[in-house]
């Protein structure tokens, strides 16, 4: 069978956006109850909005990419709450997570990698055939 047929015979509902739940230790014992956050793999046009508000002239800021990525990625809880962002003192999203005061740096990176790994961005995503 061709690798055509193969695709065509997928049920497109088996093929939804990878979806994870991690759980944030720090917090959980923070809270004395599991405290987890459902993540979702990006789409090409989310990772691009990221990519443009991220752009620095010619670089781009890899901390507004951790951070956009990580707001775009996290589903639940609901990080833009206006209940969150006035409980932890900030303004907006970005500087909810900027500000270190409710997600260390690491715990962004994570949240970040998991996110890139739901996303396609690992090491197993494809696997190079060699011939003979």
Do not use: C, W
Not at 1 to 15: A, E, N, R, Y
Request: aromatic share 4%.
């Amino acid at each position: 069978m061709s690798t055509l047929d193969l695709l065509l015979g997928i049920d497109p509902v088996k093929l939804k956006r990878p979806v994870r739940q991690v759980e944030l230790s720090r917090l959980s014992e923070a809270t004395g109850s599991k405290v987890v956050f459902t993540i979702q793999a990006l789409t090409l046009n989310e990772e691009e909005e990221i990519s443009e508000i991220s752009d620095k002239g010619d670089d781009k800021d890899p901390v507004a990419v951790r951070i956009f990525t990580v707001l775009k990625g996290v589903v639940t809880p609901d990080l833009k709450n206006s209940k969150l962002l006035e409980r932890y003192g900030a303004a907006t999203p970005k500087e909810l997570l900027e500000s270190g005061r409710l997600l260390q740096s690491g715990e962004i990176a994570h949240l970040y990698n998991q996110i890139s790994q739901l996303s396609g961005y690992s090491e197993n995503a494809v696997t190079e055939l060699k011939n003979g």
